[in-house]
């Protein structure tokens, strides 16, 4: 199949892919992109969409599915259609079979919630062991529409009004300008088959029942409500970008009697978001927090995730029950090959040959890079974060602190996180990225050395 000029659709998934390159400040080119993949219309799609497009961008091409075992001979189907799909495309196929049922009923969480977790859980999995610099899911202008009326019933605030992100880390959502009609329609005029999920029809699932039985509701009084919602999420991220620059310029120590109610809410859900490492309040549970602000001194409520929330003089402070040693080291320490610790044995670090990566879950509780050693300056050291701090990633300096903020890394956890340096400056900071400079971008270079950082378990 050739790239047609005059395709509506693939202009549209185009211009998506341009913003977000925009965005990110980068060029997909040699960029390794795994699309997630169902054997469903939408991320059939997607497959197809960008493995035309893949000759206009330069990136390489993978996919993967995850067979959750919940529809026993329907989900063997759709693992076959992707494995036969990607064949076809002559794309390579990544393929896991998941337990979820079992899972759900070991880590006490719903079917859905339990799924979720497997799947990204495993692209963690892949990033690593695969070198995929992004995943691609086909979330579309109808599921982002699903997403705001499901915050909206079960009572979300503002922030839950923005949707679905179109980048959050490295998942990458190049259509959600597209709706589920235009997909369909794509893949007729392409003659390309895709399977059904027979459990979508199921309206016991909250998702289900708003897109069977609430939507053709809607389309009876407005038949562009899908584009009416999608307008509302772009208003409210548009609002949600401005309050986020009003907030990062607040100093800490401003009290909450001195915020603006709407710049008070803002301010509590990002740093309990912070906290909790990426989970949002409902609209009950911020009005709670906001009439905290307003009591007195070391009055404290208890909010969902095992949180407590104390008024510190008129500052909003959060902490788990369980009072848990302040994690800090404040020594500059040399990296040696082999085993080496940091913060009293709570963060292990590993230097070792390259080829020679330790065998572990690495998406629970480690992570991993290469660096290009020839490019080394010194001797490597490691430290905690300081003000300031900045590294050179993609030609940009950023800061350590907001990609902290951007990554969701918990507050606690921050000060624990080495930062790896030479005499030239920083070169790596685990999780946010590894230095232009000594980027090794082949596993097999003979210079390139593996630096893994695990956080262990703590004992207090």
Known sequence: MNIESDCIFLNKVSLSIDNICKALSLSLDEKKLCVCISGGADSTALLVSLDLLKSRYGYKLCAAHVNHL????????????CADLCKKLKIE??????DVKEKAKRDKKSIEEAARDARYAYFGEL????????????HTKNDNAETLYMHIIRGTTTSGLCGIPVINGKILRPMLNISRGENLAFLSQKKQEFVTDSSNYDNAFTRNYIRNVIFPAAEKLNNKYIDSANTLCDYAKTDEDYFGMVIESIPDNLRASELHPAILRRKLQ????????????????LNALTQLAASGQGKSINLPGGVVAI????????????????????????????ENSFCNGYISIHLLGNNRIQEANIYNNYTYTKLYFDNIVGR?????????????????????KKEFNAK???????????????????????????ADRVSASDMRN????IITVRIMERQD
Request: aromatic share 12%.
């Open 380 to 400: 490597v050291k490691y430290r905690a974060r300081k003000p300031g701090d900045r590294i050179l990633l993609n030609g940009i300096h950023r800061s350590i």
């Open 70 to 81: 919940l529809r026993k001979e329907e989900s063997d189907r759709d693992e076959r259609f």
């Open 408 to 434: 969701r890394i918990p507050l606690g956890l921050r000060a624990a996180i080495p930062i790896f340096f030479d005499d030239e400056g920083i070169i790596y900071v685990p999780f946010i990225g590894v």
């Open 446 to 449: 003979k210079d390139s050395y």
């Open 270 to 285: 990002k740093e309990y978001a912070e906290f909790t490492v990426g989970k949002s309040l409902m609209s009950v549970h």
């Open 93 to 98: 196929l990544y393929l896991k079979r998941i």
């Open 127 to 138: 990033s690593q062991q695969k070198d995929i610099d992004f995943f691609t899911t086909a």
């Open 311 to 338: 008024n510190n003089n008129g500052i909003i402070t959060f902490e788990y029950p369980e009072k848990k040693t302040v994690l800090h080291d404040s020594g500059v320490y040399e990296l040696a090959e082999g």
